[in-house]
């Protein structure tokens, strides 16, 4: 009898959904579902018709972390967990953070310690008001990985991004909403369909615009004003003699709607 994949894969109107699929396991990572994970991106990367992603789980979660059963923990021989955060969770946040298109993270249930951080790596995160993000690492004598330790005190400050990580306890979508770790959340009955009209926003808008937006912004704190002001340059020079930037002002000059193409 043929499983279900651990990652369902669609792409249609040029969105791409990629929904991680292990429900019994409150979609926890294994090895198989990097494995699939990296099969998604790479066609993302590739096919130029896909213009925004939706990243989310099945079931009554999103993703609960690693699933440590698949480690085969030995109390003897533990896992090198340096290697495994090398090989699988490093590549997925830089991949998703390079990514040139935007990805919306769809967040039901919990998402707990590399899921939560999976989640903050997206560019726009919605929640169900149902959804809860837990920095679970410490509750088992670890540290956040997958990002965590940058993500959190760039989105929420020092103070709660320690008070999130050293004490280990949930924090509500709607307190993630307030603080500003997430875009936005919503009641659980509305989930699908605003994360939906956002998805088909995005498809429609400049990709190139958005590409340079999201690579300015995750890595202007690797900068200083003044590169930052240099880099604004270059990339708006680049995009000011694009085609969407020419379609974008005649539009708005003939007072309608532009249809962009990303180029």
């Known amino acids: 009898m043929q499983t279900e994949p651990s990652v369902r894969f669609d792409v249609a ?3 791409a959904r990629v929904a991680l699929n292990r429900p019994d396991r409150l979609n926890s990572f294994n090895r198989e579902m990097h494995a699939r994970l990296r099969e998604a991106l790479a066609t993302i990367e590739k096919d130029s018709t ?3 992603v939706v990243l989310t789980g099945t079931g009554r979660a999103f993703c609960a972390g690693q699933d440590l059963e ?7 021989a533990p896992t090198d967990l340096g290697t495994l955060i090398d090989q699988n ?4 946040i830089r991949r998703l953070q390079a990514l040139p298109k935007p990805v919306i993270a769809r967040v039901q249930g919990i998402a707990a310690g590399a899921g939560a951080n999976l989640s903050l790596a997206c560019d726009l995160v919605i929640a ?5 993000f837990l920095q679970a690492f410490v509750n088992i004598g670890l540290m956040p990985d997958s990002g965590g330790t940058w993500l959190l005190p760039q989105r929420v400050g020092t103070a709660r991004a320690l008070g999130l990580a050293m004490l280990g306890e949930k924090l509500s979508a709607t307190d993630a909403e307030r603080w500003g ?3 936005k959340c919503v009641d659980d009955a509305e989930l699908d369909t605003t994360v939906d009209t956002l998805a088909r926003r995005l498809s ?6 958005l590409a340079e937006i999201k690579r300015a912004i995750h890595g202007a704190g690797q900068r200083t004003l003044s590169e930052q002001l240099d880099l604004e340059r270059d990339r708006q020079a680049m995009l000011g ?9 005649t539009a708005f000059l003939e007072k309608r709607k532009p249809m962009f193409k990303g180029d």
């Open 204 to 209: 429609a808008m400049p990709t190139a615009a």
């Open 241 to 249: 003699a694009s085609n969407d930037y020419r379609e974008g002002v």
């Open 181 to 183: 770790l997430i875009w």
């Open 70 to 76: 698949d480690l085969s923990f030995d109390p003897a």
């Open 13 to 15: 109107d040029g969105v």
């Open 89 to 92: 969770f490093n590549p997925l």
């Open 128 to 132: 169900a008001r149902g959804a809860s």
């Open 50 to 52: 896909i213009r925004a």
